[in-house]
């Protein structure tokens, strides 16, 4: 059965830890206190329910304890961060565990913003040290990043990479901490000629989230965009990207279009407001509609799963 512990008992906490219960994992969420993170349970339940209704029937406990005071470490498979994005904070956690967890014991920190070998810096076993980063919510979307630092033991990493498969996510390995890792690269590079277009006037918002989703993003459910040009056929593509590459944007910060909102505190559904306005009745139900749409597409994925 196995023990997953969980730092940070936030919402990526909550749903990183809600995906090993699911599956029948062992599973210690740990707070600043112990109460604090108890209060994370109701939460817990209810994402590992959305994904499998029947889990309790599998037998699997979920505990609390305190980041500093734990120490039931005997059958644990993985320790993974995710606390407040401060490396400050993440060092000092790390420095910690270092000493406290047994060294087979692989670490992950679900950073997206702090390579591991920053965190890990040259600590003493940074060589079981990785970061597994997810992507919101963390209890439906599959995919984890498990992303090797300057020290870290591909073989470890390997064994992480089987253990998420077990609990039904899709890991990818990348191999150097690299900016934004690997899907945060490929997003980046898709917002920048977006908000590009919006912000030379070519585009709306709402026309090009249209665009990408009946287009491109349609068939990115079926297969991914290397499959994709495979099928196609690559003569298309490169015969296209002399014509589109010289004209693509290729600013180095996001433009006034994007900063301008966040500046006057427009940061979307949120705060009410991004690129259009949202009321509180709007933004539940397409909140409501994102995470449905999502199981969904998970279900279909799962109907004819990839042969890896």
Request: glycine share 10%.
């Amino acid at each position: 059965m196995g023990q997953v512990v969980v730092l940070g008992t936030g919402t990526m906490g909550i749903g990183i830890a809600a995906g090993f219960l699911a599956y029948g994992t062992n599973t210690v969420i740990l707070g600043r206190t112990q109460e604090k993170a108890e209060k994370c349970f109701e939460a817990i339940n209810a994402c590992a329910t959305s994904i499998d209704p029947q889990w309790e029937k599998l037998g699997a406990s979920l505990q609390a304890g305190s980041i500093s005071e734990w120490g039931n470490w005997e059958g644990t498979d993985l320790v993974i961060e995710t606390i407040s994005e401060r490396l400050d904070l993440k060092k000092e956690i790390f420095t910690d565990l270092d000493q406290r967890v047994p060294p087979h014991i692989p670490i992950g920190s679900n950073s997206s913003g702090f390579p591991i070998s920053d965190i890990a810096g040259d600590l003493k076993t940074a060589h079981r040290m990785l970061n597994t980063h997810y992507f919101m919510p963390a209890h439906i979307v599959p995919l984890v990043e498990i992303v090797l630092g300057k020290h870290s033991d591909p073989e470890i990493a390997n064994q992480v990479c089987d253990l998420y498969r077990a609990h039904g996510k899709k890991p990818v390995l990348v191999k150097k901490d690299i900016p934004g890792f690997l899907a945060n690269r490929i997003q980046h590079a898709l917002m920048r000629e977006a908000l590009s277009l919006v912000e030379e006037g070519i585009a709306t918002p709402g026309d090009i989230d249209t665009a990408v989703r009946y287009s491109f993003g349609f068939r990115y459910a079926a297969v991914g965009p290397m499959t994709q040009k495979e099928i196609s056929g690559w003569e298309g593509m490169t015969l296209a990207a002399e014509l589109i590459y010289p004209s693509l944007s290729n600013i180095t910060k996001p433009p006034p279009c994007v900063t301008d909102l966040v500046k006057n505190g427009k940061t979307g559904i949120n705060k009410g407001e991004g690129f259009r306005s949202w009321s509180a009745e709007e933004a539940a139900v397409v909140k409501k509609n994102y995470e449905e749409r999502l199981k969904a597409a998970f279900a279909v994925l799962k109907i004819a799963p990839d042969q890896d």
